[in-house]
């Protein structure tokens, strides 16, 4: 057991050098340096990650502690609702006070996802009792997974596939550690903490599968016994308990179901390339939006398809004699799992290229509660795991089947993956290009009166009137106001705030300790048209800008 665990130790340990090396590798060592920030500006949601961080940080603290009052002036929002990493951003507030002026720790957090991607991977694979040294192969599939490379330095906290991979090995191992109730509902509650504290998308991929596990104890036990339903109790706890303690119960957001359908899951998207291919084309959409849904395998899954196809189908000529119950169960649990995420991920509208096919549900209040999670195309990535975990396991079985030497099962499994990365080698070059490389962020204000702004001393805080958030210029005036230790009374939010009420409250109380925005293609405002304001207005930067007091430059 002793030398079992060491050589377990041992491949945990490559796969976890293959996450930094590939990191490295894609990224570059520049967006480790924690005082370099400029790679996370003008970037758009990476922006609204870090502004969203950096606010948070300079605020005071308040219960519960995920809650800041810098964004939504005067309200309370949660750091949660900036996809700031809430673990991350926690933590490196309370270390604020000796960390330096200048602080970032999104490419740590992305070289600790790739990491644990490597290391997860294989604690599925060994589980699965795969060739170990293809396990350790393997890994790169994982840790270089098209999926997780659209979503790093994109929306970052979206790159931790390793919860999702964490859910999948817990429900691997369910045959041999269902009854151990106390370490279940443990590692169960651990996983619904890390939702809370990384990304609610996260929730019903992971939630499939601690719900599943429960199911698969009741079968297999064959009663109801209330112990076995522990592990999702435990899952639920720790996600409400962590999403309490960082506000977001705290926080007015609400669910937008504008999206609903526009950005599911395309049923070609296992083979839409999007650009991540050397050789297969970019398919059509039927939205646009549909990009959420990305999904591409790779050619050297594929490739690995064929002969778990081939072991599939000698299987099936033997299932007679293989099958028992317990193979049952666990078969039409996977299946279940499987066509519930799919049809949870292809939204109300059902389609195939850019045909709609139907339309699921036109009920408007399964439609609101859907619209929770309307960016519904990401719940297609455990069945995307599951299909890469199926693939190499079945390529694994049909080589110890075959009797062949294990050499020659390998060499394949290696030109399989160096095929597999080759392929999205473009996409990997143009990552590194975008950051391996030093930037300057450079501020489109570029008028002297933001400067003659900055050095009045009465100014605390930015109101912005118009109705609309513009993506791009709102960061820019974010990082502006976060520059002169002000505050914002809107921010752009995972979910959306209304601040209309305070908004006008403030332009009703005219002060010199704001600047008031406004939008120049805009005719009406959020309380009502721009002659109706008692202020100096100026333009400046496609921007008007009203304040009580004069302003000379």
């Not at 870090?50 to 929002?77: H, V």
Request: glycine share 8%; with cysteine.
């Amino acid at each position: 057991m002793i030398a079992e665990n060491k050589k377990r130790i041992v491949i945990y340990g490559i796969a976890a050098l293959i996450g930094v090396v590939s990191f490295i590798a894609v990224y570059g060592v520049y967006v480790l340096n924690p005082v370099y920030d400029d790679w996370l500006l003008g970037r758009g949601d990476l922006t609204q990650h870090y502004l969203g961080w950096c606010f948070y940080r300079r605020g005071q603290w308040i219960f519960p502690i995920g809650l800041t009052n810098q964004l939504a002036y005067p309200n309370n929002t949660s750091v949660i609702f900036t996809d700031s990493i809430p673990l991350f951003a926690v933590f490196f507030k309370i270390l604020s006070p000796i960390l330096p002026d200048t602080f970032q720790y999104f490419g740590w957090w992305g070289l600790i996802c790739f990491i644990l991607q490597g290391i997860v991977a294989s604690m599925i694979l060994i589980e699965l009792q795969v060739d170990r040294l293809q396990i350790v192969v393997g890994s790169l599939i994982f840790v270089l997974s098209p999926i997780v490379i659209e979503r790093m330095f994109r929306h970052t906290s979206l790159g931790a596939h390793w919860i999702v991979l964490l859910s999948i090995y817990y429900f691997i191992k369910h045959k041999n550690t269902y009854r151990d109730i106390k370490k279940t509902s443990l590692c169960w509650g651990i996983v619904g903490g890390l939702i809370g504290a990384v990304h609610m998308y996260y929730l019903p991929m992971c939630a499939a599968f601690a719900g599943a596990y429960v199911i698969a104890s009741l079968m297999k036990e064959r009663r109801f016994r209330i112990r076995y339903i522990m592990p999702m109790a435990a899952f639920t706890a720790g996600l409400f308990l962590v999403t309490y303690i960082l506000g977001g119960f705290s926080t007015d957001a609400s669910p937008d179901s504008d999206g609903l359908g526009e950005y599911g899951f395309n049923l070609n998207g296992f083979f839409n390339a999007k650009g991540y291919s050397r050789w297969l084309p970019n398919l059509e959409t039927y939205q646009d939006g549909q990009y959420e849904g990305f999904a591409y395998l790779g050619i050297g899954i594929f490739i690995l398809l064929i002969f778990a196809v081939i072991y599939v189908a000698i299987t099936l000529t033997h299932a007679k004699k293989t099958c028992n119950r317990d193979v049952v169960i666990y078969m039409f649990i996977y299946t279940v799992i499987i066509l519930g995420l799919t049809t949870f991920a292809v939204s109300p509208q059902v389609s195939f290229g850019s045909r709609l096919l139907f339309v699921l549900t036109d009920s408007s209040t399964l439609t609101h509660y859907w619209s929770i999670f309307r960016s519904s195309g990401r719940i297609i990535w455990p069945v995307y795991y599951l299909i890469d975990i199926g693939v190499i396991v079945c390529y694994d079985r049909l080589w110890k089947l075959s009797g062949r030497k294990r050499s020659v099962a390998l060499m394949i499994f290696a030109v399989c993956t160096f095929l597999q990365i080759y392929d999205m080698g473009k996409k990997l070059a143009s990552q590194r290009q975008t950051f391996a490389n030093k930037v300057t962020y450079d501020c489109p204000l570029k008028s002297e009166i933001w400067n003659e702004l900055a050095e009045r001393e009465s100014i605390k805080h930015i109101v912005w009137v118009s109705h609309n958030i513009d993506y791009g210029p709102i960061m820019h005036f974010a990082k502006y106001a976060y520059d002169n230790g002000w505050t914002m009374n809107n921010f752009y939010f995972a979910r959306g705030i209304n601040v209309n009420e305070d908004t006008r409250q403030s332009v009703e109380n005219l002060n010199d300790s704001c600047i008031y925005l406004f939008k120049t293609d805009e005719t009406e405002y959020i309380v009502g048209n721009i002659s109706d304001f008692d202020l100096n207005f100026y333009e400046a930067d496609g921007y008007i800008i009203g304040t009580v007091f004069p302003i000379v430059y």
